[in-house]
Antibody, heavy 119, light 108 residues
Framework: EVQLVQSGSAVKKPGESLKISCKGS????????IAWVRQMPGKGLEWMGI????????RYSPSFQGQVTISADKSSSTAYLQWSSLKASDTAMYYC????????????WGQGTLVSVSS | DIVLTQSPGTLSLSPGERATLSCRAS???????LAWYQQKVGQAPRLLIY???SRATGIPDRFSGSESGTDFTLTISRLEPEDFAVYYC?????????FGQGTRLEIK
């Protein structure tokens, strides 16, 4: 059974750093792209970027380029999303999602990680 | 970037009725790479349709997708109580991948 299990909620202050995770299981982790999607409170879905764990090929949405870093660790079958300096506007639910084998639609989603940033 | 515009913003219908949700792309979507997702409150999105018209595994056949040029449609033939949710379209044919702003399907 394919599963994506995300790290727990995080409460941070502006300016702090954060790295959240998404652990894949039940499939070949290196063979499928993993995307990160933001959902701000009460708002829609925003695609942030995607990584291919097999070779770490990474693409970012222009809206998020330079704002976050997406990475993956093949040895632990885990993808990451990190911030070096959080802002209050980063408060949101973040989902990881696995692509299909040869297309970028997402058939499997993690449960979401809620990030709250407040002074 | 490809902009997806969904309409209506909110759709109020009763169980048993037919729902028609629209998604218009600002330019051609490569290879019909258009997906539809359902999201219920407090849950992650769920894939319904990919390739504009292919149902994902386990999705009931009351859900169907179609396309006409840059216009895409999700149709729910007979609404069940569990279908009331927010629906998003997504194009995945070119980077950056983009989502529509969503259509809220509510009980009338």
């Amino acid at each position: 059974e394919v599963q994506l299990v995300q790290s727990g909620s995080a409460v941070k202050k502006p300016g702090e750093s954060l790295k959240i995770s998404c652990k894949g299981s039940g499939y070949s982790f290196t063979s499928y792209w993993i995307a990160w999607v933001r959902q701000m409170p009460g708002k829609g879905l925003e695609w942030m970027g995607i990584i291919y764990p097999g070779d770490s090929d990474t693409r970012y949405s222009p809206s998020f380029q330079g704002q976050v870093t997406i990475s993956a660790d093949k040895s632990s079958s885990t993808a990451y999303l990190q911030w070096s300096s959080l802002k209050a506007s980063d408060t949101a639910m973040y989902y990881c999602a696995r692509s299909a084998y040869s297309s970028w639609y997402s058939g499997y989603w993690g449960q979401g990680t809620l990030v709250s940033v407040s002074s | 970037d490809i902009v997806l515009t969904q309409s209506p913003g909110t759709l109020s219908l009763s169980p048993g009725e037919r729902a028609t949700l629209s998604c218009r792309a600002s330019q051609s979507v490569s290879s019909s790479y258009l997906a539809w997702y359902q999201q219920k409150v407090g849950q992650a999105p769920r894939l319904l349709i990919y390739g504009a018209s292919s149902r994902a595994t386990g999705i009931p056949d009351r859900f169907s997708g179609s396309e006409s040029g840059t216009d895409f449609t999700l149709t729910i033939s007979r609404l069940e109580p569990e279908d009331f949710a927010v629906y998003y379209c997504q194009q995945y044919g070119s980077s950056p991948i983009t989502f529509g702003q969503g259509t809220r399907l509510e009980i009338k």
